[in-house]
């Protein structure tokens, strides 16, 4: 019996983007400059991809006739109940459109890198939903070069009429709080805001101004602590303010993750809520009716919210008109167990 050697199989096969971008040790990012002439790449990098590309070659992906039945869903920051409010709302839209969500996270960035662009464009989704975060203009012109829609769910900054977004009446949200504190009879009302570059921020902070301006209650700077939406805040900020020669009666966080923040401090301190504390919340996030006391907040509705976004790419990626380009849900007060008229 003869045994004849089979030939070495071939590596010649051309490479795709990502191979060579393994290969060179770099983001695909990068490799698709080079591969498409662009410039704002090192010599020394561009030498080697050119030199892995003459060697093995490069396989251009075919490009989908079509896009995928995706929805793009990307957050600034997997964290809390947030997101999973957003996403059982997108969720459902998608089902009863046979299609699939992709979620994606930039790692508490409020705007993309170039890889999560790139990525993107080679997935090719229906649309994309960002969610608490901002595309550059060069992002979104791309996005909409490749007939992309997109769609900003709670927006950080005002999107004006470029691109179609889904909000909530936070001014009114602030107002509502505020006021039901005021009615309760507190005047030193402190409140912890969300980062100064978020329109949700700066819509509360606002609503909390009028609510004391109507009411003619003097607005005290050493009762506006700003914060970044995270529980530390809540921490933090209460235990300086319960420091102060006249420390606050009541405290207005402006989401329930600071809420609890507050509570934490308030029991450190061997304070009690409500009687020595009142505290409002925002969001209503289930798990604050659990809460002890359960938390009184401002009721978003979020799953509605990331629904109506969702439907909202779903009728632009198939090529129709949006009757509306912005749509802003109303905000509600949901009075618990975590607010009482101050101790005289």
């Given at each position: 019996m003869t045994v004849v050697d089979e030939p070495p199989a071939s590596d010649s096969e051309p490479l795709t983007l990502a191979q060579l971008a393994e290969l060179a040790g770099v983001s695909k990012a990068t490799v698709s400059k080079v591969v498409n002439g662009r410039s704002a790449v090192a010599p020394e990098t561009r030498a080697l991809i050119e030199g892995l590309i003459r060697e093995h070659?490069?396989?251009?992906?075919?490009?989908?006739?079509?896009?995928?039945?995706?929805l793009e869903l990307v957050f600034h920051e997997l964290a809390g109940d947030y997101p999973t409010e957003i996403a059982r709302?997108?969720?459902?839209?998608?089902?009863?459109?046979?299609?699939?969500?992709?979620?994606?996270?930039?790692?508490?960035?409020?705007?993309?890198?170039?890889?999560?662009?790139?990525?993107?464009?080679?997935?090719?989704?229906?649309?994309?939903?960002?969610?608490?975060?901002?595309?550059?203009?060069?992002?979104?012109e791309r996005l909409a070069t490749h007939k992309i829609p997109l769609v900003l769910l709670d927006p950080t900054g005002d999107p004006g009429h470029r691109v179609p977004s889904v909000g909530a009446g936070n001014w009114n949200g602030g107002l509502t709080a505020t006021r039901h504190l005021?009615?309760?009879?507190?005047?030193?009302?402190?409140?912890?805001?969300?980062?100064?570059?978020?329109?949700?921020?700066?819509?509360?902070?606002?609503?909390?101004?009028?609510?004391?301006?109507?009411?003619?209650?003097?607005?005290?700077?050493?009762?506006?602590?700003?914060?970044?939406?995270?529980?530390?805040?809540?921490?933090?900020?209460?235990?300086?303010?319960?420091?102060?020669?006249?420390?606050?009666?009541?405290?207005?966080?402006?989401?329930?993750?600071?809420?609890?923040?507050?509570?934490?401090?308030?029991?450190?301190?061997?304070?009690?809520?409500?009687?020595?504390?009142?505290?409002?919340?925002?969001?209503?996030?289930?798990?604050?009716?659990?809460a002890i006391p359960p938390l009184t907040t401002v009721h978003q509705p979020l799953t509605e919210m990331a629904g109506a976004a969702a439907s909202m790419l779903v009728t632009l990626s198939r090529g129709e008109p949006l009757p509306h380009h912005r749509k802003e849900f109303a905000t509600t007060l949901v009075v618990r167990e975590s607010t009482a008229p101050p101790k005289h």
């Open positions: 070659g490069f396989r251009r992906q075919r490009r989908r006739s079509s896009p995928a039945a995706v709302g997108v969720g459902q839209v998608a089902r009863d459109h046979h299609m699939a969500v992709a979620i994606s996270e930039l790692q508490g960035n409020h705007v993309p890198g170039a890889d999560w662009l790139e990525d993107v464009l080679g997935r090719r989704p229906a649309g994309v939903i960002a969610v608490f975060s901002s595309l550059t203009d060069v992002q979104r005021l009615e309760l009879g507190h005047q030193r009302i402190a409140i912890i805001t969300g980062p100064p570059h978020a329109l949700s921020s700066r819509a509360r902070l606002d609503g909390y101004r009028a609510a004391l301006d109507t009411a003619g209650a003097p607005v005290d700077p050493d009762l506006i602590c700003q914060g970044d939406y995270q529980i530390e805040d809540g921490l933090t900020h209460t235990h300086r303010l319960l420091r102060l020669s006249d420390p606050p009666t009541a405290v207005f966080a402006s989401n329930d993750g600071q809420a609890i923040g507050v509570y934490h401090a308030a029991h450190q301190l061997g304070l009690r809520i409500p009687e020595d504390l009142s505290v409002v919340g925002f969001d209503d996030m289930p798990p604050t009716r659990w």
